[in-house]
């Protein structure tokens, strides 16, 4: 609602903590992890907390102040785009479409479906037709690498964690929209359609491009450098995994699509060649 009307600061208070009775430490913990799923919407929140008659209680006996102060004082966090794919949500937004640059996103999503009561910990993820009917919180915004994922339960059912696809940047699955949500995958290599890396490291830690079905030598298009079709399709040689052994080397097809260690040999045996 405030990002809606174009404010960039939050002023709140330790709500739910005075006559709601709720722990001030479950509150900000839920804050806190609710600032990581809007984190880019605003520049600064601040709680403005005195501690009254309402504090000091059963379930504030160090009043509130301290407990939010704890938690919340000087929490920076930064907005993430990482493998936000389309019908996740994105603060208040659930991205519609998605191409390498942009995110199309609707507006306010947070009360456009109800919410599924598996959170972040629903084992239906990959299923289309269930994320279509029910939201679900978005992606940890530190994909891969959390560190709260064991320590902070609260984190863990505000943010969907999901497991590394063991394949990495050659899973020939990439594309599988129920596999994609389910599993991890790296970032686009930053060389785009440039690429000349085709090391076994690199190509697993790095998404690249589909290669030409055509080959660098034969695709006229990329010939022509046609740059939709340049954008779209990887056109440096591979490197043959036969290297040195490699027999194929009279087939002037994988000679021209593969890379080798060599240089192609003349065609001609001995005896004929000029
Ligand atoms: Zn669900
Ligand atoms: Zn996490
Ligand atoms: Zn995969
Ligand atoms: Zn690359
Ligand atoms: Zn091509
Ligand atoms: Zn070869
Ligand atoms: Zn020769």
């Known amino acids: 609602m405030a990002y809606h009307h174009q404010h960039d600061c939050l002023i709140l208070s330790a709500l739910g903590c005075g006559a709601f009775k709720n722990p001030p430490t ?46 919340l004082d000087g929490f920076r966090v930064n907005a993430t785009t990482h493998e936000l794919c389309v019908g996740m949500a994105s603060g208040p937004f659930k991205i519609t479409g998605k191409d390498q640059e942009n995110m199309i996103i609707d507006d306010v999503y947070i009360f456009g479906l109800p919410p599924c009561q598996y ?21 940890c915004p530190q994909h891969g690498a959390c560190e709260q994922f064991l320590a902070d339960g609260m984190h863990r059912s505000f943010f969907i964690h999901r497991k590394k696809c063991q394949h990495g940047g050659e ?11 389910q599993y991890e995958h790296p970032e686009f290599c930053p060389a785009n359609s440039e690429c000349l890396d085709t090391s ?12 030409c079905k055509t ?11 046609d740059p939709e ?6 056109h440096c040689k591979i490197i043959c995994e036969f290297g040195t052994f ?29």
């Open 229 to 234: 079709h340049c954008r779209s399709y990887l």
């Open 171 to 181: 899973c020939l699955h990439i594309t599988d929209e129920k596999h994609s949500r």
């Open 119 to 139: 959170g972040a910990e629903c084992y239906d993820l990959g299923d289309v037709q269930h994320c279509q009917a029910y939201s679900h919180p978005p992606l």
């Open 215 to 225: 080959g660098p030598i034969k695709c006229l298009l990329f010939l022509k450098r």
């Open 200 to 211: 076994k490291d690199h190509l697993f830690h790095y998404r690249h491009l589909p290669r």
């Open 26 to 71: 479950h509150m900000a913990s839920i804050f806190k992890s609710v600032i990581q799923q809007y984190a880019g919407y605003f520049k600064t929140i601040h709680f403005a907390i005195i501690d009254d008659h309402n504090t000091g209680n059963q379930h504030n006996p160090d009043g509130n102040y301290l407990p939010f102060k704890r938690i």
């Open 246 to 274: 490699c027999v194929n080397f009279h087939d002037q097809e994988h000679f021209n699509d593969q890379l080798h260690p060599f240089y192609q040999p003349c065609p001609s045996t001995p005896f004929s060649c000029r």
